[in-house]
């Protein structure tokens, strides 16, 4: 299974971004997904997940209400829609498939698969 993260940039504070990542190589359609990101001198922080048939999702108490997360299976595609870009949501964003289950996890050790991240950079 490869993932690959897209989308990212730069933007000014009080922008928007969309994120996409695309799976090849199996299908994901039973596979909870989910956005993660890393800021320099930080821990890799859980963003949002969304259940497989995209009917649940979680997010971070940092991102509720200016972010979306949402899923394509016929395009075995996720995306994360960012409105209302925050400097400090500046981070290298990876998305993962979650390693079995049905409940969305926020912990990364349940992810087993990753991309390999796409900078955003928001700008005061």
């Known amino acids: 299974v490869q993932l690959q993260a897209s989308g990212g940039g730069l933007v000014q504070a009080g922008g928007s971004l969309r994120l996409s990542c695309l799976a090849s190589g199996r299908t994901l359609r039973t596979s909870p997904m989910g956005w993660f990101r890393q800021a320099p001198g930080k821990e890799r922080e859980f963003v949002a997940g969304i259940s497989w048939s995209g009917g649940s999702t979680r997010y971070a108490d940092s991102v509720k209400g200016r972010f979306t997360i949402s899923r394509d299976n016929a395009k075995n595609t996720v995306y994360l829609q960012m409105n209302s870009l925050k400097p400090e949501d500046t981070a290298v964003y990876y998305c993962?498939?979650?390693?079995?289950?049905?409940?969305?996890?926020?912990?990364?050790?349940?992810?087993?698969?990753w991309g390999q991240g796409t900078q955003v950079t928001v700008s005061s």
């Open positions: 993962a498939a979650q390693r079995g289950g049905t409940v969305v996890a926020i912990t990364d050790a349940r992810y087993g698969y």
